[in-house]
C-alpha cells in the first residue's frame, strides 16, 4: 500500500511536469501506426502521416495536464494556438527523428531501458518518479515496481510505461545526438590556423567616408527601376524564405460608447445607487445587477480593488463609497462587516462515506460506527494516520506530510474553512456533509489578520446596441464600397482611418497585431482560402470590441521573396552602390595628389591610427567590416595606401606594420592556447548542430501540414 501511494501521487506529479518533454518521446512510432479516421494527411512527413483524430487526442490530453497544472484553468485561445504549434513541431520533429534512427539501427536494448529506470545511473525522470519520502531516488522502490508490476493498479501501470517511453527515446535522442556530436572535429592543423589568424594583426592608418557623406546625400544620388532589379538579381541569395507569405492591410473600427450612452450609464448608476442605500439586503441588490456578483468573502488590506481598498478598509462598518469609475466600470460599495481571521488552516483528515466506496458498499448505519469509531479512537489519543490507515475511505500516504492539505480563506472550501478556523492547534472535530463524515484534526492555523466583507455594485461602461448598429453600419459602408487595394488604401485615407499592416503572414500564424488570437486565425483564413486573389476585400470580421476590414495586398511563394516584397530594400542598397561607386571616383582622383591628412580633412573626417586583428569583425568603433579586414590582410603590404568598399563607408587604409606569428613552432604556451582553440570551436559545433538539427531533418523530408485547414 505505501508503494501503490508513493507512484501515485508522483505519478501525477511526472505527468505534469514532463509534459514538455513528454510530448515528443510519447507518439510512438506513429510511421508503423497509419490512421484513417478523420483527416489521414492532416500532418504528413514523406509517407508516414499523422491523423486529425491522432493530433487532436494529443492536443487535448495535453490540454488536460496543463489545465490541471494551472488548477483547474482552462487556457486562453492564444495558450491553445501556441500548445497545437507545440504538439505540431514535436510531432513532426519525433518522426524525422525516428527515421534516422530507424535508418541508422539505433536502438534501446531492454537491459540498458531497465538500468535507465533501476540502475546506478538512472534517468532524471525515471529518479523522480520513484523517489522516497524524503524526495529521493529509491533504487529498491523502482526494481521492486518492475520485478512486481502485475499487481499494481492499472492507472500506476500506465504512467509508468508513458514515463518508460519517454525515457526510451531520449536515450535514443541521446545516441543519435553523440553519433553526431563525436564526428565533429578542429584538426590540430586548423587550430594552428585558427591561432594564427587570431595571432596576426595590423597597424594601420584609415580614413572613412561613410555613405551619409554631403558629397552623396540622397538627393544627389538617383538609381533607376533597372539598377534596383538587377541589385536584386544579384543578391537574391540573401531573400531565400522557406514558406509562402501574404502580406495583408486592414482597418480596425473599435466598438466604444458614444457620449450618450456615457451619460446614459452615469445616470442609470446614480440611480441604483441611492436604491443600494436604501436596501436592506445589500447582498441580494449587487446579486442582481447584470455585472455584479455578491462575494461573501473576507478580504484582507490589499486584495480588493484599490479604490475600494483606500475608502472603505479603515472606515466604520457600514460607511459606502459613492460610485466612482474604475477602469471600464462605474462602481459603488457598503462596508457590512469586519472581523480577525486567518489566511489559511492546515488539516489532516479521515473520510467515511455513507454507504461506503464503489468497491466496499455498506448500509448507512455502519459507516455511522466506523465514523464514531475513528472520532473516538482519534479524541483518545491513537495516531492519526494509523487510525486513517484503518479507518478511513481515502486513506492517507504513509508518509506524514503526504496528509497535510491547506484550506485557504476565500477558496472554494469557503464553508469547510468557515467552520474549522476558529478550532485550537491540534483539536480533532467531526462534521457531517451530504456524502458522509469528516473528521478533522487542526494542524496548524496562519497569524489572524483585520479582514473585510464588502458589496460592491458593478456597471460596465460599454457601447449601447445601437452605437454598435451605427459602428457595424460604418464598417460594412467601407467594405461595401471597395473592392480592390487603390480603393480600400484610398478610402482608409480620406476617412482617415488607422490603417494597419501584416507583411509577413504564414497559413498557421495566430497573432495580428491589435486582434485576439481566435480573430486573428479568422483573418489569416480568409487570406488563405484559395478564393481569395491579391487585392481582395475581406467582409466585416466581427471580433470582441470591434469589427475590422482586411485586404490582401500581396503574395509572397515559397523560394526567393518577390521583388516587391523587398523593393525598398534593394533600392537603399543600390542606392548605397551608387554612392561607393562615386566616392570611389572622387577619393581615387583625391589619392592622386593628396595625404591621407589633407584627404580627412577635405571630407571633414579624421586620420585614425589602429590595431586590427586578422579575426575581428570590427574596425574600431567603425562597425563590422569584415570584407575589408580580409581584403587588408589579402594583400599583405606595408606602406601602401588602398581604398575599400565597406558596409558603412568607403575606407582609405594605410598598413604600417604586419604581426605575424614569429615561426611555426609551437611553443609550451602555445599547445595550451591550440588546446583552447580546439575546445571552443567543437562545442561551437556541435552547439550548431544541435540548434540545427530539427531544421535539417525537416529538410530531408517532405512535410505537408494541413493545420491551417482545421484551426
Not at 487556457?75 to 514535436?90: A, G, H
Not at 472603505?312 to 462596508?335: H, R, T
Not at 483528515?349 to 461506503?356: F, P, T
Not at 615561426?663 to 583552447?676: D, F, I, K, T
Amino acid at each position: 500500500m505505501a508503494v501503490i501511494g508513493r507512484i501515485r501521487k508522483h505519478s501525477v506529479i511526472l505527468l505534469v511536469v514532463v509534459a514538455g518533454a513528454l510530448l515528443a518521446f510519447i507518439i510512438g512510432d506513429i510511421s508503423k501506426r497509419p490512421r484513417n479516421d478523420g483527416y489521414s494527411d492532416f500532418i504528413k512527413v514523406d509517407n508516414n502521416r499523422v491523423s486529425y483524430r491522432t493530433f487532436d487526442d494529443k492536443f487535448t490530453h495535453y490540454q488536460e495536464l496543463l489545465k490541471q497544472q494551472n488548477n483547474g484553468q482552462s487556457l486562453t485561445r492564444e495558450e491553445e494556438y501556441q500548445l497545437r504549434e507545440q504538439v505540431y513541431n514535436e510531432m513532426v520533429d519525433s518522426i524525422t527523428l525516428f527515421m534516422q534512427m530507424n535508418a541508422l539501427g539505433i536502438t534501446v536494448t531492454a537491459d540498458e531501458l531497465r538500468d535507465l529506470v533501476a540502475g546506478e545511473r538512472p534517468n532524471m525522470y525515471a529518479r523522480r518518479f520513484f523517489s522516497d519520502a524524503n524526495g529521493n531516488y529509491s533504487s529498491q522502490l523502482a526494481q521492486g515496481f518492475l520485478d512486481n508490476m502485475a499487481q499494481y493498479d492499472t492507472t500506476i501501470v500506465k504512467a509508468y510505461l508513458d514515463l518508460e517511453r519517454f525515457i526510451e527515446r531520449d536515450a535514443l535522442q541521446n545516441k543519435y545526438f553523440n553519433l553526431l556530436l563525436k564526428g565533429s572535429y578542429l584538426p590540430k592543423s586548423f587550430s594552428a590556423m585558427k591561432l594564427d589568424e587570431e595571432s596576426m594583426s595590423a597597424d594601420v592608418q584609415l580614413v572613412q567616408v561613410p555613405y551619409s557623406h554631403p558629397s552623396v546625400a540622397d538627393d544627389k544620388v538617383t538609381v533607376t527601376d533597372k539598377e534596383i532589379k538587377q541589385w536584386y538579381e544579384n543578391n537574391k541569395y540573401r531573400f531565400k524564405q522557406p514558406e509562402e507569405f501574404r502580406s495583408l492591410e486592414y482597418v480596425i473600427f473599435p466598438i466604444e460608447p458614444s457620449s450618450e450612452d456615457l451619460a446614459r450609464i452615469e445616470e442609470d448608476v446614480r440611480t441604483q445607487f441611492e436604491e443600494f442605500k436604501e436596501s436592506e439586503h445589500p447582498q441580494a441588490f449587487v446579486s442582481r445587477m447584470v455585472d455584479s456578483r455578491y462575494d461573501s468573502t473576507y478580504f484582507k488590506q490589499g486584495d480588493l480593488r484599490p479604490v475600494i481598498d483606500t475608502n472603505l478598509f479603515n472606515a466604520p462598518v457600514g460607511s459606502y463609497l459613492e460610485p466612482v469609475i474604475d477602469e471600464d466600470y462605474w462602481v459603488f460599495a457598503k462596508l457590512l462587516n469586519r472581523k480577525m481571521r486567518p489566511d489559511s488552516i492546515n488539516v489532516s483528515v479521515i473520510v467515511v462515506y455513507n454507504y461506503g466506496t464503489q468497491n466496499a458498499q455498506r448500509k448507512e448505519a455502519l459507516s455511522k460506527r466506523i465514523a464514531d469509531s475513528a472520532f473516538n479512537e482519534v479524541k483518545a489519543g491513537m495516531d492519526f494516520y494509523a487510525v486513517a490507515e484503518r479507518r478511513s475511505d481515502a486513506p492517507l500516504a504513509q508518509q506524514p506530510d503526504s496528509g497535510r492539505i491547506w484550506i485557504a480563506d476565500g477558496s472554494a472550501d469557503q464553508i469547510l474553512f468557515d467552520t474549522l478556523y476558529t478550532c485550537a492547534p491540534g483539536s480533532v472535530v467531526k462534521r457531517e456533509f451530504p456524502a458522509g463524515t469528516y473528521i478533522f484534526r487542526i494542524n496548524a492555523v496562519t497569524g489572524f489578520m483585520p479582514k473585510i466583507q464588502v458589496a460592491v455594485g458593478r456597471r460596465q461602461i460599454e457601447a449601447s446596441t445601437e452605437t454598435i448598429d451605427n459602428i457595424e453600419s460604418a464598417a460594412n459602408n467601407f467594405a461595401n464600397g471597395t473592392s480592390d487595394y487603390e480603393q480600400f488604401d484610398k478610402k482608409a485615407t480620406d476617412e482617415r482611418l488607422n490603417k494597419r499592416s501584416y507583411d509577413r503572414a504564414t497559413a498557421n500564424t495566430y497573432n495580428i497585431p491589435g486582434i485576439d488570437a481566435s480573430a486573428s486565425r479568422e483573418m489569416v483564413r480568409w487570406a488563405y482560402d484559395k478564393k481569395t486573389k491579391v487585392g481582395d476585400v475581406s467582409k466585416v470580421f466581427s471580433f470582441d470590441g470591434m469589427f475590422a476590414v482586411a485586404v490582401l495586398k500581396d503574395i509572397y511563394p515559397e523560394g526567393y521573396a518577390a521583388f516587391s516584397m523587398v523593393k525598398d530594400y534593394a533600392e537603399t542598397m543600390a542606392k548605397r552602390d551608387k554612392k561607393a561607386e562615386m566616392l570611389t571616383q572622387s577619393l581615387q582622383a583625391e589619392m592622386k595628389s593628396s595625404s591621407m591628412g589633407q584627404i580627412a580633412s577635405k571630407y571633414e573626417s579624421e586620420l585614425d591610427t589602429l590595431n586590427v586583428r586578422m579575426a575581428d569583425r570590427n574596425i574600431g568603433h567603425y562597425g563590422a567590416e569584415a570584407a575589408v579586414i580580409g581584403e587588408l590582410f589579402g594583400k599583405g603590404k606595408v606602406n601602401e595606401t588602398n581604398l575599400y568598399k565597406g558596409e558603412m563607408g568607403m575606407y582609405l587604409v594605410r598598413a604600417t606594420k604586419f604581426n605575424y606569428p614569429a615561426s611555426m613552432q609551437v611553443n609550451e604556451h602555445q599547445v595550451e592556447q591550440l588546446a583552447e582553440i580546439q575546445e571552443r570551436e567543437t562545442a561551437r559545433t556541435q552547439n550548431n548542430i544541435q540548434q540545427t538539427l530539427a531544421a535539417s531533418l525537416r529538410k530531408m523530408y517532405k512535410v505537408t501540414d494541413h493545420r491551417s485547414l482545421m484551426y
